[in-house]
């Protein structure tokens, strides 16, 4: 395993292993990789055989998160990035095609939520709302996009899933931005399928209900941790993607909670 951890304020990079290896044979990246969704989404790829890049903001966290993947015998690196800057994200990318050379599999995951009246919005919530829900998803598409297209041409099956949620397809009170960077997560999901799946790189937006992992945590006085949806659910759905035959996209997957209305 190799690990980049970046103190965020200093931007120094350490390594602890010599890199480079021969190319991959299939490789991804997964952003929000070190705890929940991203965490189940990273080990379903791995046990698929991809090679994977995990980043996410902590370094502590994400290294411990990619050890427990280590573990299992996964082919990994990780590199600590915050998504609200430009310059870590393009280091992930640069990151990973040094290392694997290839990407054939792209996990926009990363995400935060700020519940508050919209009159109490503060603006710093605002702007991590945006750039790390929406912006980066943006980013890591204009920096992987030469990657994709080359898997694309090889195989026809290159696929990005972005992680929206429930929020993206209906508005929430208190949860007002957080719904309308979800809503730009499914619009620029639908735009991308436009531009680039006649290339083979199919778009898929994932648009949960509540899920169990350290975002919800907030909720679990009303709703109990065994109600709500398991990242291994999301997981799961996403190696159906790997699945499907170049013939096969599809755009958007809703998961509801039984008897639960959202909409
Ligand atoms: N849980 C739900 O009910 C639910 C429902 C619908 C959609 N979603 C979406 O699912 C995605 C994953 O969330 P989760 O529920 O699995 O939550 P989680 O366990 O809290 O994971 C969030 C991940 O995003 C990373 N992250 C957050 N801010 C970042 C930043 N500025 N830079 C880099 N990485 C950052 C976190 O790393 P650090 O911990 O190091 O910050 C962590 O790896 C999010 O996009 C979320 O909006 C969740």
Known sequence: MIGYAQSGQTGSIHSDHP?????AEKAAIITGASSGIGLAIARMLGEEGYSITMTARRPDKLSAAAAELEELGI???FVAADMQSEDDIKRVVETHRERYGRLD???NNAGVGFGSPVGDFKTKQIDMQLDVNIRAIVLFYRESVEMLRAAAAEHNNAIVVNT???SGKAGQAWLSVYSATKHAVVGFTQAMNKELSGEGIKS???????VDTP???FAKGQVAAEKMITPGDIAESVRLLLKLSPACNIPEMIFERPGEDMF
């Open 215 to 217: 975002m919800t945590e």
């Open 164 to 166: 929206s949620s429930i």
């Open 75 to 77: 082919e990994l690196q």
């Open 204 to 210: 898929t937006a994932l648009c949960p209900a509540f």
């Open 105 to 107: 599999v792209l996990v």
């Open 19 to 23: 890199k480079g290896i021969e190319m």
